[in-house]
């Protein structure tokens, strides 16, 4: 009876034994032909995959002798398979529907819905077009006094990682350089100019998060937008969260500097000239962090890390000197200004050390996964 339970326990539905389980995991390679080699795929996985007769297998292969099998999809997405989504909300709580709006954004949904039970407020409306101006590729599509529809025009394989990385750069240089100008000339329009590129870098944000998250389901997308391994994608992401929270510390330092032109208050000269020289330095450290994560040095990386930390400590002890200058109010301006920047600093140490761990794992595959080449530079 014993023996009975068990036979009847293994053909409920879902239920597997480790035998069975092991039977799916291992395949016998069949000869077919005079040269050709076959085996048969997991049940399970076929199922899970929706996999059909005549649908595409994509082979990549990885060191080790393994290869990576992934069924190939289409990178565009036809018009009948776009992701919709309806949300129900109700009540004004502050700020949720600029986090529905964004967060379906970043979820990779091509159109999002939104019902109210009361009709929305001015106030919601407002909010919305706010969000939809920070999104790019994100439009209000349709309006009425309960409902708002939002539709996402971007296609994901003309927004290369890479490319996106380096727009992001680029208005990033574009940030320090309007601070230092605002420094040196006093002035309130170069600061200012700071505030729209920020807009710039959070739309760019976004959009990479939703592009990382599109590719993981996606392996030719991936290959598209540049992403040689799913084990790279969390790099990524850490990467792209790190120059995100980068461009918010410039916009504080844009902020401050904004603050003390307006208010009348001068820097002395010999403070002056140290932010100055902070703000050349980041500049200096975002460009060579991104040039390390984009050739994937070892060495180069190393040398970026060494240079931030060395800077990091000069600057930790000339602080206390830099700051007593000048009185209450503009030292305590000077102290949230060089906080941020070394805050900064410290965030693309985080980007080196992704880049340093990608190049150990690429050199790894070049070099058959048994000895690494510290010598290898650029690919």
């Given at each position: 009876?014993?023996?009975?339970?068990?036979?009847?326990?293994?053909?409920?539905?879902?239920?597997?034994?480790?035998?069975?389980?092991?039977?799916?995991?291992?395949?016998?390679?069949?000869?077919?032909?005079?040269?050709?080699?076959?085996?048969?795929?997991?049940?399970?996985?076929?199922?899970?995959?929706?996999?059909?007769?005549?649908?595409?297998?994509?082979?990549?292969?990885?060191?080790?002798?393994?290869?990576?099998?992934?069924?190939?999809?289409?990178?565009?997405?036809?018009?009948?398979?776009?992701?919709?989504?309806?949300?129900?909300?109700?009540?004004?709580?502050?700020?949720?529907?600029?986090?529905?709006?964004?967060?379906?954004?970043?979820?990779?949904?091509?159109?999002?819905?939104?019902?109210?039970?009361?009709?929305?407020?001015?106030?919601?409306?407002?909010?919305?077009?706010?969000?939809?101006?920070?999104?790019?590729?994100?439009?209000?599509?349709?309006?009425?006094?309960?409902?708002?529809?939002?539709?996402?025009?971007?296609?994901?394989?003309?927004?290369?990682?890479?490319?996106?990385?380096?727009?992001?750069?680029?208005?990033?240089?574009?940030?320090?350089?309007?601070?230092?100008?605002?420094?040196?000339?006093?002035?309130?329009?170069?600061?200012?100019?700071?505030?729209?590129?920020?807009?710039?870098?959070?739309?760019?944000?976004?959009?990479?998060?939703?592009?990382?998250?599109?590719?993981?389901?996606?392996?030719?997308?991936?290959?598209?937008?540049?992403?040689?391994?799913?084990?790279f994608q969390m790099g990524y992401r850490l990467v792209i969260k790190d120059l995100e929270m980068i461009g918010d510390l410039i916009y504080n330092v844009s902020r401050e500097l904004w603050s003390l032109i307006d208010t009348g208050l001068k820097l002395?000269?010999?403070?002056?000239?140290?932010?100055?020289?902070?703000?050349?330095?980041?500049?200096?450290?975002?460009?060579?962090?991104?040039?390390?994560?984009?050739?994937?040095?070892?060495?180069?990386?190393?040398?970026?890390?060494?240079?931030?930390?060395?800077?990091?400590?000069?600057?930790?002890?000339?602080?206390?000197?830099?700051?007593?200058?000048?009185?209450?109010?503009?030292?305590?301006?000077?102290?949230?200004?060089?906080?941020?920047?070394?805050?900064?600093?410290?965030?693309?140490?985080?980007?080196?050390?992704?880049?340093?761990?990608?190049?150990?794992?690429?050199?790894?595959?070049?070099?058959?996964?048994?000895?690494?080449?510290?010598?290898?530079?650029?690919?």
């Open positions: 009876m014993k023996g009975a339970a068990n036979t009847l326990m293994n053909r409920l539905p879902g239920k597997k034994n480790y035998r069975d389980d092991q039977l799916e995991r291992t395949r016998r390679v069949q000869k077919v032909g005079g040269s050709s080699l076959s085996v048969t795929l997991p049940k399970n996985w076929i199922e899970e995959i929706n996999l059909k007769p005549g649908d595409i297998l994509t082979f990549k292969e990885m060191s080790g002798g393994k290869l990576e099998l992934s069924k190939e999809t289409q990178v565009g997405v036809p018009p009948d398979e776009q992701k919709t989504v309806h949300i129900d909300m109700e009540g004004e709580e502050p700020h949720m529907l600029t986090r529905l709006i964004v967060g379906s954004y970043i979820a990779g949904h091509d159109n999002v819905i939104i019902r109210s039970r009361e009709p929305f407020t001015d106030a919601q409306k407002e909010e919305a077009s706010e969000a939809v101006r920070r999104v790019l590729g994100l439009s209000l599509v349709e309006q009425s006094a309960n409902t708002m529809e939002f539709q996402n025009f971007i296609d994901p394989i003309k927004y290369r990682l890479d490319h996106i990385l380096s727009r992001v750069i680029g208005v990033m240089n574009a940030e320090i350089e309007g601070c230092r100008k605002g420094l040196a000339d006093n002035s309130k329009e170069s600061v200012e100019s700071v505030f729209a590129l920020e807009d710039e870098v959070d739309s760019f944000y976004l959009l990479m998060i939703r592009q990382l998250l599109l590719s993981t389901d996606n392996y030719r997308l991936a290959k598209g937008l540049g992403i040689e391994s799913h084990k002395p000269d010999s403070v002056t000239r140290v932010v100055d020289d902070m703000l050349a330095k980041l500049n200096r450290f975002v460009l060579s962090s991104y040039e390390a994560f984009r050739e994937q040095s070892l060495q180069e990386v190393n040398s970026v890390i060494n240079d931030i930390n060395s800077w990091l400590e000069e600057v930790s002890a000339n602080e206390p000197l830099v700051t007593a200058a000048g009185d209450m109010k503009v030292a305590t301006i000077v102290q949230k200004i060089m906080s941020s920047l070394v805050e900064a600093t410290r965030l693309l140490i985080v980007v080196d050390e992704v880049a340093f761990n990608r190049s150990m794992e690429r050199d790894k595959l070049i070099d058959n996964g048994d000895h690494i080449n510290v010598n290898h530079r650029k690919r």
